[in-house]
């Protein structure tokens, strides 16, 4: 996931403000009870994650892809009293994971979890909700659907972020491109917001790869 030499990120990580020991303890936490523990946001991603929403100041944030709660955290540390963020995770087995996680954090006041299908629960968030951040973190194979769900529910101003587009630098592999379906809804899902008159996009190679696409 990472494309920089491990010492230069690990001095990224040093030089970045610290992360908070709740999270170190999820992360520990993570990396002991799931497979694959690297879909976990991690410290410098994490803070980059609260720095935009203390700089954009949201009202409310819906993020797609809850895991173990590591990056909604993030984000709830830097919203404003009163703001609000619904994440929405598929697996319900981690339910009281992400629940014990948001607790330990002192963060239930900012957080609401839902359980289930994304594609069925936005449409019901969006009947009361208007969103001004959006972090898409979920099944690569929806990215375009997410995108197209939300895109004209978005007043001017409001941004969408999308984790992985890079998928590990198999966006650039022409064998991967042509043979792994994943790859290829990635990649074209960025071609599809890039091309997208009604936003400005940037693609950062943080991690493994974060896109942010701002509402004109």
Same mark, same amino acid.
């Given at each position: 996931?990472?494309?920089?030499?491990?010492?230069?990120?690990?001095?990224?990580?040093?030089?970045?403000?610290?992360?908070?020991?709740?999270?170190?303890?999820?992360?520990?936490?993570?990396?002991?009870?799931?497979?694959?523990?690297?879909?976990?946001?991690?410290?410098?991603?994490?803070?980059?994650?609260?720095?935009?929403?203390?700089?954009?100041?949201?009202?409310?944030?819906?993020?797609?892809?809850?895991?173990?709660?590591?990056?909604?955290?993030?984000?709830?540390?830097?919203?404003?009293?009163?703001?609000?963020?619904?994440?929405?995770?598929?697996?319900?087995?981690?339910?009281?994971? @992400?629940?014990?996680?948001?607790?330990?954090?002192?963060?239930?006041?900012? #957080? !609401?979890?839902? %359980?289930?299908? *994304?594609? $069925?629960?936005?449409?019901?968030?969006?009947?009361?909700?208007?969103?001004?951040?959006?972090?898409?973190?979920?099944?690569?194979?929806?990215?375009?659907?997410?995108?197209?769900?939300?895109?004209?529910?978005?007043?001017?101003?409001?941004?969408?972020?999308?984790?992985?587009?890079?998928?590990?630098?198999?966006?650039?592999?022409?064998?991967?491109?042509?043979?792994?379906?994943?790859?290829?809804?990635?990649?074209?899902?960025?071609?599809? @917001?890039?091309?997208?008159?009604?936003?400005?996009?940037?693609?950062?190679? #943080? !991690?493994?790869? %974060?896109?942010? *696409?701002? $509402?004109?």
């Amino acid at each position: 996931m990472n494309y920089i030499d491990s010492k230069l990120s690990d001095y990224c990580e040093t030089y970045s403000s610290a992360e908070p020991k709740c999270l170190k303890e999820i992360s520990r936490q993570t990396h002991l009870t799931q497979i694959n523990p690297r879909m976990l946001s991690g410290h410098l991603q994490g803070r980059f994650l609260k720095m935009i929403v203390q700089m954009l100041q949201p009202k409310n944030i819906l993020e797609i892809g809850t895991y173990t709660g590591y990056s909604a955290i993030c984000m709830a540390e830097g919203l404003k009293s009163g703001c609000k963020i619904d994440t929405i995770e598929f697996n319900e087995e981690l339910e009281s994971d @992400i629940l014990n996680n948001i607790e330990t954090a002192g963060l239930k006041n900012k #957080i !609401r979890l839902h %359980i289930g299908d *994304a594609l $069925k629960i936005i449409p019901q968030i969006l009947e009361t909700v208007h969103f001004d951040l959006v972090f898409i973190d979920a099944d690569k194979q929806n990215y375009p659907q997410y995108f197209n769900l939300l895109k004209d529910k978005l007043k001017s101003g409001a941004v969408i972020m999308t984790d992985n587009v890079l998928w590990s630098g198999k966006v650039i592999d022409t064998y991967e491109l042509q043979n792994d379906l994943e790859t290829k809804i990635i990649h074209q899902f960025n071609e599809m @917001i890039v091309a997208d008159n009604s936003f400005e996009t940037i693609l950062l190679p #943080i !991690r493994d790869g %974060i896109s942010i *696409a701002r $509402k004109k």
